[in-house]
C-alpha cells in the first residue's frame, strides 16, 4: 500500500503532537487567569503563576495530569504572596474527574473559600491529585470540611499549612467521607474549628493514613479537638504530635466511636498531650467496640473537667497498650464508664503512673496487666516545652518489647538494627536515635518510601537528609544518595549500599567526592530507593 504525499504529512503531524514536549504556561504572563492557564494546558504541562492575588473560585483539572504552582512553593513568602481568594463565591478547587497523583497543586495559599461541603479545596468521586507546600485558610464549609473535604477520594495531602478554617458541622481543618483513604503527612494543621473533629474528620468508613502531622489547637464544640473517627472510620496516626486541642464535650485530643473493630485503628510513635475536653476523654475517648493498638505513645498532661484525663472507655473498648508511657493526665490517667458494657484494656512494657490502680475500671472490666509494665517517673527532657526525649537514666530506656502478639494479632515486631540497646524504649522518641549516623534508624518501620526536605535548609556548613525505607522488619533495599549541581554534574555520592528498612538519616558537611568545599548555590539530591526514584532541592549558603 502506498501513501499519498498529504497522508504522509498527517502521519508526521500526528507523531508530532504525541511527542510534543511538556509547556510552561505563566500567568499573568500568557494567560491572565489560572482557569484560562488550565484550560490550556495539556497533560504534563505546568501552569506557573507568579506572586499575586487572584479572585477566582471553582476551580478544577478537567482530569488533566498538570501541575499548577507558584514561582518557588519551598519559599514560604512566595506561597504567602501567591493568593488564591474566592471571595466566598464558592469553593477555590475542585476535583471532579479521577485525577491522579501526578495532578498537582503546588505553593498557594488558598483562602476565601466557601461551600457546604469543601470551602478551601473539594475533592470528589475517586480524584486523587497531590496536594503540597499550600497555605489553607480562612476557609467556610456550611457543613463539611472546612479546608479540604475528601469524598471517595485518596489525595496526597503533603506539607501543607491547614489553619483557621471552620465547618459547622464536621472536619474544620479536613473531613474524610465514604471510603476515602488520604495519606496526610507533614501538614500543620492548627486553629480549626467544627463541631465534630475540629482538626480532622472521618466519616463512613474512611481510613486515613495520618502520619508526622502537627495537629494542635483545634477546637471542636462537641466531639474530638484534633481528630474525630465516627462511623465505621479509623485512622493509622503515625509519628504525630497532637497537642492543646479541645473539645465541648468528649475527647479533647481524639474521639473514636461506632465499632471501629477490625479497622485497624493504630496510635504509633504518636505525642498526646496538653489536651482538653470539658466532659470526658481529655486526650482520648473510646466508645463502641472500639479497638485502638497505641504503639509507643506518649499520653501526658491531659485533661478533662469531669473524668478520664488521659482516656476514657466505654461501651466495650477494647485498647492495647505496648510501649507506651500514660502521666500526669487529670483527674485519672485511664477511666472506664461506669454501667456500659464492659470494657477490656491490654497493657504490655508499658508506663503508667500509679501502675494498674491509675487504671479506674469501676468494676466494669478487666485488665490484661502483663510483663514489663513498670510506675515510675519517666524522666523527659522537658515536658513543659513539650520535649518528650528521655533523659539518660530513664526507667524507660531499653524497657519496651520488640514483638508483642496478643489474639493472634501481632502488634509490633522489630530487627535488632530498628533500635538502639537491648530493646526498644518506652515512649515516642527512642534515645539516642536523633543522633546523626550513616544508618540510623527509627524505631518504626515506614509505610512507604520517603525522601525528606533537608534540614536545616538553607545550611552552612552542615545539612541532615532523612529518607524512609518500607518493608518488613530485616528487608534490604539497595539505596544510592547521590548531590548534583545546578548544571546535572555530580558533585558526591553520599551512600551506596544496602539498608534495611526503616528511617536513616546522613549527613552533608558540603564537600564534593574528593573532599574539596563546594561553593554556595543551588544543589539536588536524588535518592534511588529499589525501583523508586525521588528528587529534592537544597540550599548551600556561605
Known sequence: MKFRPVSLILLFFIIGISYLPARILTVPGEYATIKFGIINASDGDTVMVSPGTYHEHNITYYGKAITVMSTDPEDSSVVATTMIDADSLGPVFVFYSREGEVSVLKGFTITGGYHDDGGGIALLEDSNPTITHNVITGNLATSRGGGVYCYSSDPHILNNVINNNKAYYSGGGICCNVFSYPLLEDNLIANNDSEYGGGIYCYRSSRPIIRKNIIEKNTASSRGGGICCFYYS????????????????????????????????RIEGTIITDNYATNVGGGIYCI???????????????????????????????????????????????????????????????????????????????????????????????????????????????????????????????????????????????????????????????????????????????????????????????????????????????????????????????????????????????????NKTFNRKMYLIK
Not at 235 to 264: M, P
Not at 321 to 332: E, K, L, R
Open 234 to 265: 479509623s485512622a493509622t496516626i503515625i509519628d504525630c504530635n497532637i497537642r492543646e486541642n479541645s473539645a465541648g464535650d468528649k475527647g479533647g485530643g481524639l474521639y473514636f466511636s461506632e465499632y471501629n473493630q477490625g479497622s485497624h485503628l
Open 288 to 530: 463502641d467496640y472500639c479497638a485502638p493498638d497505641i504503639i509507643n505513645t506518649v499520653i501526658y498532661g491531659n485533661q478533662s473537667g469531669q473524668k478520664g484525663g488521659g482516656m476514657y472507655c466505654s461501651t466495650n473498648s477494647t485498647p492495647k497498650m505496648v510501649n507506651t508511657i500514660v502521666w500526669n493526665n487529670s483527674p485519672h490517667e485511664i477511666y472506664f464508664h461506669e454501667i456500659e458494657l464492659p470494657n477490656v484494656i491490654t497493657v504490655t512494657h508499658s508506663d503508667i503512673r500509679y501502675g494498674e490502680e491509675g487504671i479506674v475500671t469501676n468494676n466494669n472490666g478487666m485488665i490484661n496487666w502483663l510483663e514489663g509494665n513498670i510506675s515510675m517517673e519517666p524522666k523527659f527532657v522537658d515536658p513543659d516545652s513539650g520535649d518528650f526525649n528521655l533523659l539518660i537514666g530513664s526507667p524507660c530506656i531499653d524497657s519496651g518489647t520488640a514483638f508483642f502478639e496478643w489474639e493472634g494479632d501481632t502488634l509490633i515486631f522489630l530487627s535488632p538494627n530498628a533500635y538502639v540497646g537491648d530493646a526498644p524504649d518506652m515512649g515516642a522518641i527512642e534515645y539516642g536515635v536523633t543522633g546523626i549516623s550513616d544508618d540510623a534508624e527509627s524505631v518504626r518501620i515506614p509505610l512507604s518510601a520517603v525522601l525528606h526536605q533537608n534540614y536545616p535548609n538553607p545550611f552552612n556548613p552542615t545539612t541532615t537528609i532523612q529518607f524512609d525505607i518500607p518493608g518488613d522488619p530485616g528487608t534490604k533495599y539497595n539505596v544510592n544518595l547521590t548531590i548534583y549541581n545546578i548544571r546535572g554534574k555530580r558533585v558526591k555520592t553520599l551512600v551506596n549500599n544496602y539498608f534495611h528498612a526503616g528511617r536513616h538519616r546522613l549527613l552533608w558537611d558540603g564537600t564534593g567526592d574528593s573532599g574539596e568545599k563546594v561553593t554556595s548555590g543551588i544543589y539536588f539530591y536524588n535518592l534511588k530507593c529499589g
